[in-house]
């Protein structure tokens, strides 16, 4: 194993804090993602080595630290900072990553937190990200979720565990907000150089590299969030301290997939406003990067007046930038690579549609490219009928054939995605598995289709249904943590 590296402590002291995991009697691997393991060259005995409280063999070679950060939480701004996260090092393969502990004890930054994880979560997070890996969209991946053999106490007692995640940079919105807010110009100025040296180096060369970096940003979450919108996925809590500057998706709390389509679709419990719905997500990712903004005005412009022209009319770019790039991800869904008024009007009206009529998002698209079960397709109802001949009038016009259509649709539909009542199902399933590192057959069933969700054959159709009434009911809302 490459020994681990600290970057991140070129930063000013005020930007981290040095602490331990802690080390639990009887930590055991509970799932192991071997394939990545590989490519960052981890040895398996690694972190249940450092989990364990019986060896000490890796504790030298590691100098693990919390990182601060503050954020905007659901629209308030707080200081908050890594309360059960610590980072272990960065590995430096090809690219540099990030390898960070989830779960393992309490840090300076747990206010009244106990810096702990359920099994549950950590398991459900190793679950979402390994299917959006799949998915083609950028997120942190999951090394590997240790058993810790504590019980911890959430709304009853759980078991707890610590997962591992690795990610291109953990630092967020929330660092420049931090540093904006409660350290100085100086440091702001040295996260923005670390950040961009770290992440996105060509911004070094504009004339104003601040705001480069900001337009760059903007566009990596942009991409980022057209694939959320493309697989019907609603993030649940997209505060700033949730928004990664790398454009990975992170922090899996109340996460989802839609079923039927509804831009007012909400899965936190928490969420009572419906801020983070599945149709808001792209104005808040626009207020996000707003935040982001103003964090960066003192490097914009010295002049606070001149900084606030340049911020202002930079801003008013966002929702145009965001809507060309919705409907780009859009039209690819349909079939088609380039977007004009007739493709947004037929995606316009394609969502409409399922709206009326309740339909599943996923199979609603899958079965234009796939003749599946007219039981889960929508595309027999009349008003469906005739949406499909302005479509073919379209391609027709354009001369864009059903072969070209089906080759680009099947590349940007999937077909089977972790609905939430088969995760939560298999979660409920995850107790049993403690000290069995064998996991349970059902779970590696599920995750060799989750984790190739764009292929369809017959024998994926049990996966495809759509929860009934009573499983939709009974797994709406939650709060995992
Ligand atoms: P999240 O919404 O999961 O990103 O968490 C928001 C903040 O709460 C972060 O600062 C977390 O570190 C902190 N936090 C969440 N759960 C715990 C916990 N069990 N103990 C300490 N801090 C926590
Ligand atoms: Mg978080």
């Known amino acids: 194993m490459n020994k681990l590296d600290y970057s991140y402590f070129e930063l000013p002291s005020a930007f981290y804090s040095k602490v331990r995991p802690l080390k639990f009697k009887g930590a055991s691997t509970l799932l192991f993602n071997e394939k990545l393991a590989r490519k960052l060259d981890i040895s398996e005995d690694f972190i249940p080595g450092l989990l364990d409280s019986t060896s000490e063999v890796f504790d030298e070679i590691t100098s693990p630290f919390s990182q601060a950060y503050a954020g905007h939480q659901f629209g308030h701004f707080t200081m908050l900072g890594d309360g059960r996260a610590i980072v272990l090092g960065e590995v430096v393969v090809d690219k540099r990553f990030d390898l960070q502990l989830k779960g393992s004890g309490p840090t300076p930054y747990s206010r009244r937190g106990d810096g702990r994880a359920t099994l549950k979560a950590m398991t459900r997070e190793y679950i979402i990200s390994e299917a959006m890996e799949a998915l083609h969209i950028p997120t942190s991946r999951s090394l590997g979720v240790f058993s810790t053999g504590e019980r911890i106490f959430r709304t009853g007692s759980e078991p707890g565990a610590v997962l591992a995640r690795v990610m291109k ?60 919108m493309r697989v019907g996925f609603i993030h649940g809590v997209m505060n700033t301290d949730n928004t990664a500057i790398s454009g990975e998706s992170f922090d899996y709390g109340p996460c989802a997939f839609m079923n039927q389509y509804d831009p007012n679709a909400v899965f936190s419990s928490i969420d009572k406003q419906g801020r983070y719905s599945f149709g808001n997500q792209g104005a808040i990712i626009q207020w996000n990067l707003v935040r982001l903004t103003e964090a960066l005005l003192p490097l914009i412009d010295p002049s606070e007046e001149q900084a606030l022209i340049i911020a202002r009319s930079f801003i008013q770019g966002f929702e145009e930038e965001w809507n060309m790039k919705y409907q780009e991800m859009m039209t690819q869904k349909i079939g088609f690579s380039k977007a004009d008024n007739e493709t947004e009007r037929l995606v316009t009206g394609l969502l409409k549609l399922m709206e009326q009529h309740g339909s599943d998002y996923t199979n609603t698209f899958a079965a234009l490219c796939y003749a599946i079960p007219n039981s889960l397709s929508p595309w027999e109802q009349e008003a469906f009928m005739e949406w499909k001949n302005e479509w073919n009038s379209y391609a027709n016009s354009k001369g864009i054939t059903m072969e070209e259509r089906l080759q680009t649709m099947r590349m940007n539909n999937p077909v089977v995605i972790p609905r939430n009542h088969l995760v939560e199902s298999i979660l409920s399933e995850v107790e049993l598995w ?37 499983e939709n009911q009974a797994h709406q809302t939650y709060c995992g943590t």
Not at 188 to 205: D, G, V, W
Request: proline share 5%; charged share 20%.
């Open 169 to 228: 940079s953990h630092i967020r919105v929330g660092t420049f907000e931090y540093a904006r807010y409660f350290l100085t110009n100086e440091a702001l100025q040295a996260l923005l150089n670390y950040t961009i040296e770290r992440l996105y180096p060509s911004c070094k060369l504009a004339s104003n590299p601040a705001l480069e970096f900001i337009k760059t940003v903007a566009e990596t979450q942009f991409e980022l969030v057209t694939h959320w």
């Open 434 to 470: 403690e000290n069995d590192t064998s996991g349970s057959t059902r779970f590696h069933e599920a995750m060799s289709l989750w984790t190739n969700p764009y292929a369809y054959d017959e024998s994926r159709i049990a996966w495809m249904n759509p929860p009934t009434a009573e």
